[in-house]
């Protein structure tokens, strides 16, 4: 996805598409991936800006400057701008809510993503829908490891019982083409059954959604494949980014 920095350090949150759809190996053992921790005392603000809803101080976070340049090529690009006044080393996320950021930095600091440690734990599909927006702002952040942790995040909650993010299909659709591997996720976890719901909730489905889905299913059952198997035999590299 390609990513636009004001001056300001300004990351707006719609999507843009991403067509990459390469399988990765998440062992590169050649990666430097742990933070140089030598420099401790530097750090940082990321400041949440969600839509429609007043700033207050919950939505500043501080982060050591070391780490998040680290993870992210777009932050170290920025933090590390020499005619920056250190003053204002802030970047804002716009439209990125505050539970979204501690999930970045949760992950961060632990390489884990745990929504039930965020101040607001989330239920039901909301649950899902906060690792499909994590999703997005790792992307938008140039940070495939994170993105591929969501993603196996996403199918545990599925494995587990949790339901489909439906309520982020429309999102999704509109923002990535259908080589998103997101994207596919999503149109894969629908196919292994949702039933009713399609006539229960209809406008939470995309009409592209629902022709892809058509299809999906089509070649499914002229090779033998049941839904069963589809919640069963979930292959997540297929939906993993290459990771640098």
């Given at each position: 996805m390609a990513t636009t920095i004001s001056g300001s350090g300004a990351l707006t949150q719609s999507p843009s598409p991403s067509a990459s759809t390469v399988d990765t190996n998440t062992n590169n053992e050649d990666v430097d991936r742990d933070p140089n921790f030598s420099n401790m005392d530097e750090v940082v603000t990321l400041i949440a800006e969600p839509h429609h809803?007043?700033?207050?101080?919950k939505n500043k976070f501080m982060v050591h400057k070391s780490f998040a340049c680290h993870y992210s090529p777009v932050l170290k690009d920025f933090f590390d701008n020499e005619n920056m006044n250190r003053r204002f080393r802030k970047y804002h996320l716009h439209g990125t809510s505050s539970n979204t950021v501690q999930l970045l930095l949760q992950w961060i600091y632990t390489q884990k993503v745990d929504i039930r440690k965020i101040t607001e734990q989330p239920e039901g599909e909301v649950k899902s829908q906060s690792l499909v927006f994590l999703w997005v702002l790792a992307e938008k952040l140039q940070i495939p490891r994170l993105q591929n942790a969501v993603i196996r995040e996403l199918q545990a909650l599925r494995d587990r019982g949790e339901?489909?993010?439906?309520?982020?299909?429309?999102?999704?659709?509109?923002?990535?083409?259908?080589?998103?591997?997101?994207?596919?996720?999503?149109l894969h976890q629908c196919a292994?059954?949702?039933?009713?719901?399609?006539?229960?909730?209809?406008?939470?489905f995309p009409k592209?959604?629902?022709?892809?889905?058509?299809?999906?299913?089509?070649?499914?059952?002229?090779?033998?494949?049941?839904?069963?198997?589809?919640?069963?035999?979930?292959?997540?590299?297929?939906?993993?980014?290459?990771e640098a």
């Open positions: 809803r007043e700033l207050d101080t339901p489909v993010p439906t309520l982020s299909l429309k999102y999704v659709y509109e923002g990535f083409p259908p080589a998103n591997p997101l994207r596919r996720l999503l292994g059954g949702l039933s009713e719901w399609y006539t229960h909730s209809p406008e939470q592209d959604m629902l022709l892809e889905l058509t299809v999906y299913l089509s070649e499914a059952v002229q090779s033998g494949t049941s839904a069963k198997d589809m919640r069963e035999n979930t292959n997540l590299s297929d939906y993993f980014v290459p």
